[in-house]
C-alpha cells in the first residue's frame, strides 16, 4: 500500500508541488510579518511544513487578557474565519496543507490569514 502512495506522489508531481508551492507560501508568509510585524514575527519550514512565528502575546491588544496562548487565540480565529491551522507551543502557528494544494488555494488562505492578522494589528 505504502509503494502505491509513492507512485501516486511521483506520477502526479506532489513532492514539487509541495517544494515550489512551500516556497512560494513562505515567502509570503515572510511578507505578512514584515507589514504586520506587532502580530507575526518571521515564516520558517520547508515544503509544506509551515510555522509562522507570532509577536509576544502581550504586543497584540485582543490576546493580551486572555489565559490562551497567542497561537492558539490566531488558530481560533482563522478557524472561525474559514482557515484551519494549528498552534504549535504558545508562539508558533503551524499551516500543513496538503501535498495537492493548488494555488488559488494557497492564496484565498493567505487572504483570509492576512484579513485576520490585520484586524488584529
Not at 510555522?51 to 493580551?64: M, Q, R, S
Request: glycine share 10%; charged share 25%.
Amino acid at each position: 500500500m505504502a509503494l502505491k502512495i509513492f507512485d501516486v506522489i511521483e506520477r502526479d508531481g506532489l513532492a514539487e508541488n509541495a517544494r515550489k508551492l512551500g516556497e512560494w507560501l513562505k515567502g509570503e508568509l515572510q511578507r505578512l510579518a514584515n507589514v504586520y510585524p506587532t502580530v507575526l514575527r518571521s515564516a520558517r519550514g520547508l515544503g509544506f511544513m509551515l510555522g509562522v512565528e507570532l509577536a509576544d502575546k502581550g504586543t497584540i491588544p485582543a490576546f493580551a487578557a486572555s489565559d490562551k496562548p497567542a497561537s492558539t487565540q490566531l488558530a481560533d480565529r482563522l478557524h472561525e474565519a474559514g482557515l484551519l491551522t494549528i498552534p504549535s507551543g504558545n508562539q508558533v502557528l503551524r499551516l500543513l496543507p496538503p501535498l495537492n494544494l493548488a494555488r488559488a488555494q494557497a492564496e484565498e488562505g493567505l487572504t483570509i490569514l492576512e484579513r485576520v492578522v490585520r484586524g488584529l494589528a
